[in-house]
């Protein structure tokens, strides 16, 4: 078939031609904006799930939802390295601009606590401090948001920030994708700060998203974020999501599936987006003739697996030192050994014990402390309890069994 017209994009992040399966969330924030719109009470948003299931996507799709109803609106993706100063400051600046122009003096204000917070990041260092800036012309304000405890300075920045959005009856959405990879202290800051401004009440609200482990994060680090966030797992979608997911981009260019090729197609992605999206490319590149068959699903499915094999647990892969590579298979050795008991199917194994894992290597848990740390700092695996250990991203078990 036509590789021009291909619909499917299987990009990082990339939204795919029909979003489906995601209904509720977007229904859910719709009204979350409304509320908040009209000063009621509402809780911050958190998304977790598996790696490949679209939680960037959704995060794009919920900003773009906040921007029709002519939110300020900014996103930053956190990285282990980084504070949390300098990309939040960059992302309200954008929120600022996105607000409109209210009051000059106002605006100029609130842009100079944003710098001020941005710039306490240099410390001690005045040259540095006065050398960066997210871009922002106004002066910064001295006494605001730069007291050097980010805490602190973050109640503050967004109580001055909220009350800007609430003066020109709007209001702000700060979107945080690998929300994981705060710092404790970043962590601490920002739910001191949810909390601050959903007691006063303004129109402030963050939505992250993050590894399944991510409440588990806010929890240790303030006790009340189980109550001061609202969570939604994301997963994988239903059959009748998937089907959609392929169908519609198919139908537009006038093309269609067979009843036994979606079959086929949901048994291969599990019903992964990231998948779908991968093995839809591949599927229809290498397909002949409308309708797509089962026949085309199994020719395409080698090609479409060696690329998933580079691209997608490949370069994951890559990251792991020997030591850590061999923690990694013997995680998937210990779901085989679960899976052979006849406890689980192998594909439907969230998580095995660390345990077992030991076992698996012939060691004693305590000797492979560091390379199980290095892994859950790279975010190649995480613990979801205690004791536990998964993998972060979806299939990367069969992956490694089938590349040993």
């Given at each position: 078939m036509d590789?021009?017209?291909?619909?499917?994009?299987?990009?990082?992040?990339?939204?795919?031609?029909?979003?489906?399966?995601?209904?509720?969330?977007?229904?859910?924030?719709?009204?979350?904006?409304?509320?908040?719109?009209?000063?009621r009470p509402e809780r911050s948003l958190v998304l977790t799930g598996l790696r490949g299931v679209g939680k960037t996507v959704l995060l794009n799709a919920l900003r773009s939802a906040a921007v029709r109803r002519h939110w300020g609106t900014g996103k930053l993706e956190a990285r282990p390295d980084q504070g949390l100063r300098r990309p939040l400051s960059g992302a309200l600046h954008q929120a600022v601009r996105e607000l409109g122009h209210?009051?000059?003096?106002?605006?100029?204000?609130?842009?100079?606590?944003?710098?001020?917070?941005?710039?306490?990041?240099?410390?001690?260092?005045?040259?540095?401090?006065?050398?960066?800036?997210?871009?922002?012309?106004?002066?910064?304000?001295?006494?605001?948001?730069?007291?050097?405890?980010?805490?602190?300075?973050?109640?503050?920045?967004?109580?001055?920030?909220?009350?800007?959005?609430?003066?020109?009856?709007?209001?702000?959405?700060?979107?945080?994708d690998e929300m994981q990879?705060?710092?404790?202290?970043?962590v601490s800051a920002l739910c001191a700060a949810c909390h601050e401004i959903s007691q006063s009440g303004l129109p402030v609200i963050v939505v992250g998203a993050g590894l399944p482990h991510l409440p588990a994060v806010l929890s240790a680090s303030k006790s009340y974020s189980e109550r001061l966030f609202r969570y939604q797992r994301i997963d994988r979608l239903a059959r009748d999501a998937a089907d959609r997911a392929l169908s519609t981009p198919a139908e537009d260019e006038d093309a269609a599936y067979t009843a036994d090729a979606l079959t086929a197609m949901y048994a291969a992605t599990g019903g992964y987006p990231y998948f779908i999206q991968a093995y839809g490319k591949v599927v229809w590149d290498l397909a002949t003739s409308s309708p797509i068959t089962a026949?085309?699903?199994?020719?395409a499915a080698p090609q479409a697996e060696a690329e998933l094999a580079v691209g997608f647990f490949g370069s994951r892969?890559?990251?792991?030192?020997?030591?850590?590579?061999?923690?990694?298979?013997?995680?998937?050795?210990?779901?085989?050994?679960i899976a052979e008991k006849g406890e689980e199917e192998l594909d439907e194994i969230q998580s095995?014990?660390?345990?077992?894992?030991?076992?698996?290597?012939?060691?004693?848990?305590?000797?492979?402390?560091?390379?199980?740390?290095?892994?859950?700092?790279?975010?190649?695996?995480?613990?979801g309890e205690r004791g536990?250990?998964?993998?972060?991203?979806?299939?990367?078990?069969?992956?490694?069994?089938?590349?040993?």
């Open positions: 590789p021009i017209r291909n619909p499917y994009a299987p990009g990082a992040g990339q939204r795919p031609p029909e979003l489906a399966g995601r209904d509720e969330q977007l229904s859910a924030f719709e009204v979350v904006l409304e509320r908040v719109s009209r000063g209210p009051q000059a003096d106002d605006v100029d204000h609130v842009l100079g606590v944003i710098r001020s917070f941005a710039q306490r990041d240099a410390g001690a260092n005045a040259k540095l401090r006065d050398q960066w800036s997210p871009g922002i012309e106004a002066p910064a304000v001295r006494g605001r948001a730069d007291s050097g405890d980010i805490e602190i300075d973050l109640v503050e920045l967004l109580t001055d920030l909220g009350g800007l959005a609430a003066d020109v009856g709007k209001g702000v959405a700060i979107f945080i990879d705060l710092g404790p202290d970043d026949e085309d699903v199994a020719v892969f890559e990251r792991a030192t020997p030591g850590e590579r061999e923690y990694l298979h013997a995680m998937a050795d210990a779901a085989v050994a095995v014990p660390t345990a077992d894992v030991a076992a698996a290597l012939g060691k004693k848990p305590q000797s492979l402390s560091p390379a199980r740390d290095s892994l859950l700092k790279k975010g190649l695996i995480y613990s536990r250990i998964a993998f972060t991203v979806p299939h990367f078990g069969r992956y490694l069994l089938e590349h040993a």
